[in-house]
């Protein structure tokens, strides 16, 4: 089984007020919708058929410091 760990998921940063999203985001925004559509669509296909047993970090690279 795979899996997906999206960290901040938002079109606009508006959606994410209330929420504490640090300011010092690799791409000074969230990942998108669509962006996140296309790793799970990728996971899905064929393309993906000999990764097994993972989970997708979509966390700008965050967890690479953990």
Known sequence: MNS??????AD???ELAGWN??????WS???TYA???KI???LISDDAKFIT???LKVDEARSAAI
Do not use: I
């Open 4 to 9: 997906v760990a999206p960290f901040f998921v």
């Open 29 to 31: 925004r969230p990942t």
């Open 35 to 37: 962006e996140l559509a």
């Open 21 to 26: 999203v640090p300011h010092d985001l690799m």
């Open 53 to 55: 047993g993972t989970t």
């Open 40 to 42: 799970v669509a990728f």
């Open 12 to 14: 606009n940063l508006e």
